[in-house]
């Protein structure tokens, strides 16, 4: 994986994390990301979460949208990645269940 390490990165994720509500990112990232990039990273969580809850490829399609591509990307992610998926999930592991 290319290295994103950047002071321009730094100064992105401080931003990102001053915000305070669910509404405060809305209005951020709606600015930062055109509706499709949003969509798509919205998109990926979703197989994320849908992956880490034990469903097959076909089921996580079904239920996402996502193609076959964006599902097998993102479980490599889940499997072999730097673990970014993996933290977020645990962190909100119990608040929200994946939605059928």
Do not use: W
């Not at 949003?38 to 197989?47: E, G, T």
């Not at 996580?60 to 072999?80: D, E, F, H, K």
């Amino acid at each position: 994986m290319a290295d994103l390490h950047s002071e321009a990165a730094d100064a992105l994720f401080k931003a990102i994390l001053s915000l305070r509500s669910e509404e405060e990112c809305y209005a951020f990232f709606e600015d930062l990301c055109t509706v499709g990039e949003l969509q798509a990273m919205s998109q990926r969580y979703h197989v994320a979460r849908l992956l880490r809850s034990g469903l097959v490829y076909s089921e996580v399609g079904r239920l996402s949208g996502a193609s076959s591509a964006t599902i097998s990307r993102v479980n490599r992610c889940l499997q072999y990645g730097s673990g970014g998926y993996r933290l977020l999930l645990e962190r909100v592991d119990g608040e929200s269940e994946p939605e059928e």
